[in-house]
Structures are given as structure tokens and as C-alpha cells.
């Protein structure tokens, strides 16, 4: 099959087609969601507390998520691999902004990088990316780098100022030239209108069935961890792996295992 590119996604969005993306942080899971058809892996700054035990994203560094989007795109065959630009990478100047991405490019592997926020605030970082001819998705809504400056993980875009500051921000990030943009917590109403105001595709996590695709985290996907509202659990592997390691300790302990079969002589 035809790799997924940044321009197929947008080709998709026209021909009414959804698109898949899940959070991947190793090579073993990115290879089997690359065997399974999903469009686009997300490396996302959320390795932070699903793999690394962080109480939120902000600790993350770029030596971390190169070190984790490096396994991704060695899975990634046809899928879109996006590294997300960690807390402080692109915020503090443009120079910083290009010299990191271009580590998501040159040193990982990925093809394109995700980052949070408005134009207004980071338009001359993201024009610095874009000029060095790497790929921009964008973030809006709940944003969890800012988390503290926002009050915490709650849905966004529920006043009408706030609406209309979500639209304007929508639009001012298709205008820059992101290829795409992520939705994060915001009603669904909200963001229905916006993806039918852009040309480029949205992807909701949290902010329903209207955006041009969804994106979730694997390890809510699979039951592990906490599971918020928006999540589905497709498959109750945490579940599974506990049950697993509970009968390897009994078993040790017993002297059930190893048996005859599980040794050499």
C-alpha cells in the first residue's frame, strides 16, 4: 500500500474518508498497528505518564521523545510517524524551534511534527519549521502544556468568547500552513464547525464523531492506566497482563514453574 503522506491525509479529508491515529512509543507496538492498517503513529509527549510514570507531560525532554520516535520509525513502513515537539522545544525561539524538529527528522525518522498552540503565540516558530521543509500538525483545545495555565485537564470552547477564540485559532493555523490539527476536549458542536470551516483535516481525541479522524492513546485503547471519558477500551490487556504476571508469582513460588518441559538438560 501507498505511504500516508501529509498531502494524502488532506486528499482523504476531501473524499470523506476517516483517518486512524494512535499514540506509539516502541517497536513492537508500532510495527503491529503498522500490520493493522493505522494511518498515522503519534509519538506523543504523552509517553510522559503513560510509559514513564509522570504526573503530567511537562517533564519530557527531546532527548526522550527521540529516543522513543527512533523505535516507531523503524515499524513504520506506510504509516505517517509525527514526533511531538515536548515542553520548552519550540517555545522559547524560533532557532530552538528548527533545530528540534529537525531532530525528530534527521535523527528519529519522522516525517512531520505535532505541536500545541495558537498562531498568535507560535507563528514564528512554526513558519521557522515549515521553511526548513518539515511538516507541521497543530494542537488546539485542551493542551496539556499549558495545563497549569489552563486550570487542568478539562474540556475547553464551552463559553461562546472561548468558542470563537477556538475558531479563530482553527483558522489561523490552516492559514500558516499546518497539514493538520489535532482537537483535543472540546464539544463536539464546536468541533464539527471547525472541521467543516477548514480545508486541512481535524483529529478529535474528546471531541466527537465529526472531526476527519480520531487519535487515541494506545495504553487507554488497551486498559492500562486510567481510562478517561472519551476512551474506548478495545481490548482489556492490562487486565490480561496482570492475570498473567499474578499466575508466573504463584506458579515460582509453588515450584510449579519451571516444569520439566521448561529446562534443559
Known amino acids: 500500500m501507498a505511504r500516508v503522506t501529509t498531502v494524502s491525509l488532506k486528499e482523504r479529508k476531501q473524499a470523506g474518508e476517516k483517518i486512524t491515529v ?13 500490520e493493522a492498517g493505522v494511518d498515522v503513529l503519534l509519538v506523543g509527549d504523552s509517553l510522559g505518564m503513560a510509559l514513564h510514570g509522570h504526573y503530567d507531560t511537562l517533564g519530557v525532554t527531546m532527548d526522550m521523545m527521540i529516543y522513543h520516535t527512533r523505535m516507531v520509525a523503524r515499524a513504520a513502513e506506510r504509516a505517517l510517524v509525527v514526533g511531538d515537539m515536548p515542553f520548552l522545544s519550540y517555545q522559547v525561539t524560533p532557532e530552538d524551534a528548527v533545530r528540534n524538529a529537525g531532530r525528530f527528522i534527521a535523527e528519529a525518522g519522522a516525517r512531520a511534527v505535532k505541536l500545541e498552540g495558537p498562531a498568535d ?3 514564528r516558530a512554526i513558519q521557522a519549521i515549515l521553511r526548513a521543509g518539515i511538516p507541521v500538525m497543530g494542537h488546539i483545545g485542551l493542551t496539556p502544556q499549558s495545563v497549569h495555565q489552563i486550570g487542568g485537564y478539562k474540556v475547553q470552547g464551552r463559553t461562546p ?8 485559532e482553527a483558522r489561523g493555523l490552516q492559514e ?90
Open 22 to 34: 494512535l499514540t506509539a512509543y516502541d517497536y513492537p507496538t508500532a510495527k503491529l498497528m503498522e
Open 121 to 123: 503565540k507560535f507563528e
Open 161 to 168: 468568547d472561548a468558542r470563537d477564540r477556538l475558531k479563530n
Open 176 to 265: 500558516i500552513g499546518c497539514f493538520a490539527l489535532v482537537l483535543e476536549c472540546i464539544p463536539s458542536d464546536l468541533a464539527a464547525e471547525i472541521t467543516e470551516s477548514l480545508s486541512i483535516p481535524t483529529i478529535g481525541i474528546g471531541a466527537g464523531p465529526s472531526c476527519d479522524g480520531q487519535v487515541l492513546v494506545v495504553h487507554d485503547l488497551l486498559g492500562m492506566g486510567k481510562q478517561p471519558k472519551f476512551a474506548k477500551v478495545y481490548s482489556n490487556v492490562g487486565a490480561a497482563m496482570k492475570q498473567a504476571f499474578t499466575e508466573y508469582v504463584h506458579d515460582v513460588k509453588s515450584g510449579a514453574f519451571p516444569g520439566a518441559e521448561h529446562h534443559v538438560e
